[in-house]
């Protein structure tokens, strides 16, 4: 399958909001309820910070939000801090126990 | 607290073969769907292979169709990746990741690096 489409980059003032994308098919983003949300520091493993579609883990910061409108998912930063510059992904089940990515958004707070 | 720690990484040539280890703690492992994710060097993250918690069934993606199996001990609380038939484009960190119950992964270990070269 293809990896989802996200902007390879973003970019923010300290206190705004953002909003990054992440495109896929009817057979996966559009076809379920499960797309999934990480950031990932330099040399770091990445970290859950979205699962299906708009729930948040208890430990992640109610400053990220997530949402879907058809095949099209989005996640949302607000109230930007130095500390969220950094790569996000998103990822989708696929069907028939296959998930994909999508190629990663490099945030940048200015 | 959950852990999980990759071992087994490192260089070897082509057409080669490598068996990644995931020893896991904290958290009941046989419960859980465990993955392998991969990123190659200075890319984005891929979805590599997938094990169901009683191990009876797994699915890869498509490029190591064939050549990667998973595969777990539940006695032993750890995952594996066989990697056979290594090519250039299989170098990568190599993470191992638990699956919630929702289909995402919550937990992930620190990575560990696998250089295919001659």
């Known amino acids: 399958q293809s990896a989802l489409t996200q902007p390879a980059s973003v970019s923010g003032s300290p206190g705004q909001s953002i909003t990054i994308s992440c495109t896929g098919t009817?057979?996966?983003?559009?076809?379920?309820?499960?797309v999934s949300w990480y950031q990932q520091h330099p040399g770091k493993a990445p970290k859950l910070i979205i699962y299906e579609d708009n729930k948040r883990p208890s430990r992640v910061s109610n400053r990220f939000s997530g949402s879907k409108s058809g095949n099209t998912a989005s996640l949302t930063i607000s109230g930007l801090q130095p500390d969220d510059e950094t790569d996000y992904y998103c990822c989708s089940y696929a069907g028939r126990y296959t998930w994909v990515f999508g190629g990663g958004t490099k945030l940048t707070v200015l | 607290q959950v852990q999980l720690v990759e071992s087994g990484g490192g260089v070897v040539q082509p057409g080669r073969s490598l068996r990644l280890s995931c020893a896991t703690s904290?958290?009941?492992?046989?419960?859980?769907?465990m993955h392998w994710v991969r990123q190659a060097p200075g890319k984005g993250l891929e979805w590599v292979a997938i094990i169901c918690s009683d191990g009876t069934k797994n699915y890869n993606e498509d490029s190591v169709k064939g050549r990667f199996t998973i595969s777990r001990d539940n006695s032993k609380n750890t995952l594996y990746l066989q990697m056979n038939s290594l090519r250039s484009e299989d170098t990568a960190v190599y993470y191992c990741a638990k699956e919630n119950d929702y289909d995402a992964f919550d937990y992930w270990g620190q990575g560990i690096l696998v250089t295919v070269s001659s």
């Open positions: 009817s057979s996966d983003v559009g076809g379920y309820n499960l």
């Open positions: 904290g958290f009941t492992f046989s419960s859980y769907d």
